[in-house]
């Protein structure tokens, strides 16, 4: 399944991973300082007042791109139509997970068309696996859209009336429309607290230096072994030794490691099979009865 087009989800602030997503327009910036606060906080005392506001939101921002790229996954609602492609199967797997109304008001899936047919399927012809759950059996982990069979009547938009017509998705590349609210939420519709703590974590590394700063550098990427003695083979290992991620700090690896999503499912194809031509079909064996 191609990645997600997330150009084509509605913009979003990252200090809204620390507070309200929308906040009171009147406010201007200073709307957004009770997630400063937040922020600063969840970094620790020593941010409680540096670096400047524009320092902390650029390495929040780094910290969210870093997240996103490590974990496939976005822990903000955002609102928009993904391209999906169709399984030939009854069920559609989506490449985010989708907010539920009981996370956010008037989340969830809004619309589904087909190709260019822009009639959307009726929505009792399918069911949303959307919203939060436990490990395990989390909607979260696998969101998917499963058609079902209506009531009565009607037939698939954009198949032809008769048997199967309701029962799976049409097989293609990006040919399924779904318009939903999108995101990887707890169950209260808010960033997840170990994805707030994890962009904390990563905040806080981004400001730890410059590339012209090579003290700054120096720390960050300080190996496992930090001395040796060659002869009595004396080792002493550094605050990394137990790391091993993309990071080498052990707690950012184990929260970006918990909050990564699953591969996604793949549904291979029938294998091809060999049919006979119809005119050879006289020239075969006479099978009985």
């Known amino acids: 399944m191609p990645s997600p087009d997330l150009t084509a989800l509605e913009a979003v602030n990252a200090l809204a ?22 922020l600063r906080a969840a970094m620790g005392a020593a941010f409680a007042s540096s670096p400047a506001d524009a320092d902390l939101e650029v ?3 780094e910290a969210v791109a870093y997240l996103e790229g490590a974990t496939g996954r976005i822990f903000l609602a955002r609102a928009g139509t993904l391209k ?3 399984t030939g199967t009854h069920r559609l797997f989506l490449p985010l997970p989708v907010v539920s109304t009981g996370q956010l008001e008037g989340a969830g899936v809004t619309e589904i068309t087909i190709g260019a047919d822009t009639t959307p399927l009726d929505s009792d012809g399918y069911l949303v696996n959307d919203g939060a759950g436990l490990p395990g059996r989390d909607p979260r982990d696998s969101p998917t859209i499963d058609l079902v069979a209506p009531s009565s009547g ?19 590349v990006r040919n399924v ?8 939420l707890d169950e209260n519709g808010a960033t ?12 806080v590394r981004a400001l730890g230096g410059t590339w012209d700063d090579r003290d700054g550098l120096d720390d960050l990427h300080l190996g496992a072994v930090t001395t040796e003695s060659t002869r009595d083979r004396s080792v002493s290992y550094g605050e990394r030794a137990g790391g091993g991620g993309i990071t080498t700090d052990r707690e950012l690896d184990l929260l970006i490691a918990r909050l990564r999503a699953p591969p996604l499912p793949r549904v291979p194809r029938a294998p ?3 049919v006979r031509d119809a005119r050879d079909a006289l020239l075969g064996p006479v099978r009985g009865y």
């Not at 991973?17 to 009171?24: M, R």
């Not at 037939?155 to 293609?172: K, L, N, Q």
């Not at 997840?192 to 905040?203: I, V, Y």
């Open 17 to 38: 991973h620390f507070g309200d997503q929308d906040p009171d327009p009147a406010e201007g910036e200073d709307g957004w300082e009770a997630s400063r606060t937040a």
């Open 59 to 61: 390495a929040l921002a």
């Open 84 to 86: 999906v492609d169709g």
């Open 154 to 172: 009607g037939s698939f938009v954009s198949r032809p009336p008769g048997f199967g017509g309701w029962r799976t998705w049409p097989e293609g």
């Open 177 to 184: 429309n779904v318009t939903a609210t999108w995101g990887y």
């Open 192 to 203: 997840p607290l170990l994805a707030r703590k994890a962009l904390a974590g990563l905040a």
């Open 272 to 274: 091809r099979r060999r």
